[in-house]
């Protein structure tokens, strides 16, 4: 501890106060450290002007609380930094602690807080919500997760985790961070693959997007206001977990699923897909940087892998998403719509499930007056519903498609084979594969 550095007369039971005396253990202490004061014979602090064996030297220490309170008066001034702190960080049980003893002694010498704000902690327990100890072979070492999954995981049970409460962990629950990890990574994966060969020169203008599209740029400007009242709060509860839901839900199992087949067979220069690669570029900048204080190492490769071995995320900002992308309404019909798809989708699984099609592209979409009344777009249907095509009827469902398997995109078309010059393929792919 920090040693009470002070003398008592031995006769009159008074302390010693000499500003020489004092000058002296501060510099000799400011020298050699706090272990000076007892490493040292008294002789050393006293000088010349007093005897040694007529003073006691008090070897009690500084109360520690009181020694960590006042912290804040030798941290920031001394150094030039602003006063008071941004934000104390420790855990739950520092309320009456470090958070209580610095807040006492500011208050008292400076008549404010030393901070703007603090931050807390749970501790760390086990699966079961026991503390961990050796003897019950219950500790999960973190340069062991380290070892084994990457520190990338680590940052992502962290990140996760809901820090306010105690925190729990063990091989199950690392094995389902591990799981949340591979669709995040996966999803920065496929967007590299999909963007492959992209340039400025293919970006299509925002006021030309599908509704589709837009509907991703509403979702963006969702997760970036939830990003964003973290930064200015401190807490990241539920932010990564939103983030991976979005990967998860919006982005793999509906909107990659849905512009595949654009992706892979529509002209290089039609506007769907120039639409889709444009928003595929927005994913990735905005995904990467989002995801690059938890995962670094994930994203510094996500980056380096489109932008060179020069450019690094870490010396970017977070993306200025524009307030134009909000848009309520048309999230609020799109989820509509996905609710009418999921009963279509459950038409085409009764029909794969009976042996009738084997995949939804050898069937058509068949949409309810209802479904009709949010989107009235036959091609969009059969779209989003990946199916060959779409028509209108009384009750959603799904009927076998008429034509013939074209072999490049596998959808079953009545015009496959109209090119003579290429028998096996639709008049789509015919456009696609001409010089």
């Known amino acids: 501890g920090v040693p009470i550095a002070i003398f008592v007369d031995k006769h009159t039971h008074e302390p010693l106060r000499d500003a020489d005396v004092m000058a002296r253990i501060v510099e000799i202490l400011s020298h050699e450290g706090a272990d000076a004061w007892y490493a040292r014979p008294a002789q ?28 804040h008066a030798f941290v920031l ?35 404010f807080a030393p901070f703007k704000a603090i931050v807390t902690d749970g501790f760390v ?38 820090t306010s409460e105690d925190l729990r962990i063990g091989p199950e629950i690392l094995k389902q961070q591990a799981e949340l990890y591979r669709r995040l990574r996966n999803t920065l994966r496929w967007i590299l693959g999909s963007l492959d060969g992209f ?76 639409a889709c690669r444009t928003v595929l570029d ?45 848009n309520t309404a048309l999230a609020e019909t799109w989820s509509t719509i996905r609710t009418q798809r999921s009963e279509i989708t459950g038409a085409i699984e009764a029909m794969r499930r009976d042996k009738t099609i084997g995949s939804s592209l050898q069937a058509v979409a068949v949409i309810s007056a209802e479904a009709k009344n949010l989107l009235d777009d036959g091609a969009t249907w059969a779209d ?23 072999e490049r995109c596998w959808r079953v078309l009545p015009d496959v084979g109209s090119n003579k010059s290429h028998p096996t393929l639709c008049i789509r792919c015919c456009e696609a594969v001409a010089p």
């Open 44 to 71: 050393d602090f006293l000088g010349e002007k007093y005897k040694a064996e007529d003073y006691e030297q008090i070897m009690d220490v500084v109360d520690v609380w009181f020694e960590s309170g006042s912290t």
């Open 77 to 111: 001034k001394a150094r030039g930094l602003p006063v008071p702190a941004d934000v104390y960080l420790e855990g739950s049980d520092q309320h009456r602690g470090w958070f209580q003893a610095s807040l006492l002694e500011s208050v008292g010498s400076q008549g």
């Open 125 to 162: 327990l086990d699966e079961q919500g026991r503390k961990m100890s050796k003897s019950m072979g219950n500790v999960t070492a973190p340069q062991e997760v380290n070892d084994k999954y990457g520190a990338d995981i680590l940052r992502l049970w962290v990140m996760n985790s809901d």
């Open 199 to 274: 340039t400025e020169a293919e970006k299509l203008p925002e006021a030309e997007f599908p509704e589709l599209e837009n509907l991703m740029l509403h979702r963006l400007w969702e997760l970036n206001a939830l990003i964003q009242k973290a930064v200015a709060s401190h807490d990241w509860t539920g932010v990564y977990p939103a983030i991976h839901h979005f990967c998860s839900t919006d982005l793999s199992a509906f909107y990659f699923d849905v512009r595949k087949d654009s992706l892979y067979c529509d002209r290089v220069d039609s506007k769907k897909r120039r």
């Open 282 to 326: 927005i994913l990735h900048r905005c995904l990467t940087a989002w995801l690059a204080p938890a995962l670094p190492f994930t994203a510094e490769e996500s980056w380096v892998s489109r932008f060179g071995d020069n450019a690094s995320v870490h010396l970017t900002l977070f993306p200025e998403i524009p307030a134009m992308w909000q």
């Open 384 to 406: 989003i519903c990946i199916t060959s095509g779409a028509g209108f009827g009384d009750a959603n469902g799904a009927t076998i498609a008429p034509g013939t398997k074209c």
